[in-house]
């Protein structure tokens, strides 16, 4: 599965502006509920209580929140590039300003975690961030996710 799978072009938000970490993921699941034609709260609640098991800060200003969702038939993505960082309980302490959101389906198996691993080694790329932190429209930022990115260096 690759990023390009997951994610649509009417999922990508650029210039977000959250006070922090539940309104961040507000946005993510007003975007998913539009996109995806699910109901905002429970996609919210969905995020909320993942990230009370732990955050999904992953370091270098990126998070990666996910969540199981009744009523999707497929792996799916959003993401949004906030204007201003905010504190999201990352491992390396650092706010957050990259979040690309997956959910899958309530009975997703491995599927799942392959996704997740897959956009977390995407996201450690320190050329990949930097673009996507340049990026000016959701059509740039979703061509520089769907590339490959195989041969970047790790951060």
């Known amino acids: 599965m690759n990023i390009g799978e997951l994610l649509d072009r009417a999922a990508i938000s650029t210039r977000v502006s959250a006070a922090n970490k539940k309104k961040a993921l507000a946005v993510i699941a ?22 009370a098991a732990g955050s999904t800060g992953v370091g ?12 999707l038939q497929r792996m799916r993505g ?3 590039r906030l204007e201003q960082p905010v504190e999201f309980g990352s491992v390396d302490d650092q706010p957050v300003d990259l979040l690309f959101a997956l959910f899958a389906p309530k009975n997703a198996g491995a599927e799942h975690l392959r996704a997740l691993a897959r956009v977390s080694r995407s996201l450690r790329q320190s050329e990949l961030r930097e673009q996507l932190r340049k990026a000016r429209s959701a059509d740039a ?10 041969a970047r260096p790790a951060a």
């Not at 270098?60 to 009523?71: I, K, S, T």
């Not at 930022?141 to 195989?150: K, M, N, P, T």
């Open 60 to 71: 270098h200003g990126v998070a990666v929140p996910h969540a199981r969702l009744e009523g």
């Open 141 to 150: 930022v979703h061509a520089l996710l769907v590339q490959d990115v195989s």
């Open 30 to 51: 007003e975007i998913a509920a539009r996109n995806f034609g699910l109901e905002p709260g429970a996609v919210l609640d969905a995020l909320a209580e993942r990230e």
């Open 78 to 80: 959003v993401f949004v």
